[in-house]
């Protein structure tokens, strides 16, 4: 089993839609958790970082995290065609400065 | 990308031939990784530097070598290229001192074929 697991999709939603995208961890150690979006033959970019659990908003994206179930989500509301790209998810125990990634989860918004 | 330079940005090569590729950063950041990303695989952890002269072994770490013999430059080399090291190849780095010391800023990638 993979520290970090992660549908891969491909996940296709119209223009507007709201969008959950979800990973599961393994390890109850992990401490931090990230979310990266990664453009078709680019490097990933940070899109939202969070330590333990709760919510976090920046702009139409919140992520959320539940430590009791392990389990990572990021929403993405009023979805737009250049919110087309792949997603991942990653986490870290703390102190290692390294992260496990899951496999992405590619989205397609269609207008 | 975070001031992070990957070069080349491709390169396609022959089965048992040696292949370097550069990472070259600008942040002074102590941490530099460098990361193969395959289809349904995500990014997968190769070796990691968290110093001059200091690194380590990642998750998979046979075929590959890494120098890290001044902070702004990360080296992976290939010794003997197989066609299974087709791959994109990318670079990160992260402070590693700071609030948010662990998040790592990616470069562009380096797209390798081995024929």
């Known amino acids: 089993q993979k520290e970090v697991e992660q549908d891969p999709g491909p996940l296709s939603v119209p223009e507007g839609a709201i969008v959950s995208l979800n990973c599961t961890y393994s390890n109850s150690a992990f401490q931090y958790f990230m979310w990266y979006r990664q453009y078709s033959r680019k490097g990933p970019e940070l899109l939202m970082y969070?330590?333990?659990?709760g919510n976090k908003e920046d702009g139409r994206f919140t992520a959320q995290v539940d430590k009791s179930s392990k389990y990572i989500s990021l929403f993405i509301r009023d979805s737009q065609p250049s919110d087309s790209a792949t997603y991942l998810c990653a986490s870290e125990p703390g102190g290692y400065n390294k992260l496990i990634f899951g496999a992405g989860t590619r989205l397609a918004v269609h207008p | 990308d975070a001031g992070i330079t990957q070069s080349p940005r491709h390169k396609v090569t022959e089965t048992g031939t040696p292949v370097t590729l550069r990472c070259h950063q600008t942040?002074?950041?102590?941490?530099m990784y460098w990361y193969r990303q395959d289809p349904g695989h995500g990014l997968r952890l190769i070796h990691y530097s968290y110093g001059v002269k200091d690194t380590d072994k990642g998750e998979v770490s046979d075929g590959y070598s890494v120098s890290r013999s001044k902070t702004e430059d990360f080296l992976l080399t290939l010794e003997s290229a197989t066609s299974s090291q087709t791959s994109v190849y990318f670079c990160?780095?992260?402070?590693?001192?700071?609030?948010?010391?662990?998040?790592?800023?990616f470069g562009a990638g380096t797209r390798l074929s081995v024929l």
């Open positions: 969070t330590y333990s659990s």
């Open positions: 942040e002074n950041h102590r941490y």
């Open positions: 990160a780095i992260s402070n590693g001192t700071s609030v948010a010391k662990n998040i790592q800023y």
